[in-house]
């Protein structure tokens, strides 16, 4: 006996007619019967009375209703609960950024996460690289909007974006307007973050390949907002992101020149823990997030930016 064969019972009971049950169901009467006949045989007791005026339950069959009612009771609940759990959100949820990434999207994704979803405890977190994966990996965080790193450890990665790249100077800086050659850096007193940094690896990267070694002015492992600090008060110059730098262009306190030959680009991507199953929640919170990207991009909140098509993976 299955959760069909109670179904079945309990649709010949509420209507006291095979036929009419057939009918319903678009199956024939005899078939109808016979699983009646195969269920009445294995629960070794008679479920129906038979007659002229159609079938009525006997003791038993009275009995087995109630537990049928219940059955169905139990899976309408069931289906209503997994169809409303998207719709309702996780109970808790927590998203970790960057920095850059943070001030571009938190304020716009937390209205529309409270808007969809009053009920979730929402939680966002700002963070380095390496921190964002350690929190990943220990289940601190459910999901990530950050670089690709370039050692991705145990989370995957689905491309939001590619953001371009520039040199970025103080205000007073000589350079004619435009594109900036990458070779270029090979004069140009940079401040960087240290070694184990993703734009101090992506410029290492780029200099190995022109054949220079960069000119580090100094280091900073501070913020971004420092070390914009520092390019303002003409300690160096930096690479950064265009959009970390809107405001600070706008404003006329830096400049900003797009890093080409070749164009240089990284890679935002949703990153989530390769060792958990995501919650059924989760997918529909990154679903918005690839939303809300696409949003930021098209009307220029995100500059100078490529969207990727969603995996299908």
Known sequence: ?????????????????????????GANQSTISRRIGILEAELGVRLF??????????EHGEQLLGYALAMEK????????????????????????????????FGRL??????????????????LATHILGWLNDGDVDLAVMYVPEHPGASQFDTLLSEQVCLVTPAASPLPEGPFAVSGLAG?????????????VLVESLAARHGFTPNIALECDGSISITKRLVIEQCGSTVLPAAAVVEEVASGRVRCFPLTDPEVQREVALAWPQNRVMPEGVWHVAQMIRDLVADLSGDGSWPNTTLHPASKA
């Open 110 to 127: 937390g209205h529309r996460l409270k808007a969809r979803y009053p009920g979730t405890r929402i939680r966002f977190v700002e963070g």
């Open 188 to 200: 140009v007193p940079l401040i960087l973050p240290s070694t184990h940094h993703g734009l101090r």
């Open 74 to 105: 139990t899976l309408d609940e069931a289906r209503i609960a997994m169809q409303d759990s998207g719709k309702r959100g996780p109970a808790t949820l927590s998203i970790a950024a960057q920095p850059t990434i943070a001030r571009i999207m």
């Open 1 to 25: 006996m299955n959760s069909d064969d109670l179904e079945l019972f309990a649709r010949v009971a509420k209507t006291g007619s095979i036929s009419r049950t057939a009918m319903d169901l």
């Open 49 to 58: 009375r038979r007659s002229g005026r159609g079938v009525g339950l006997t």
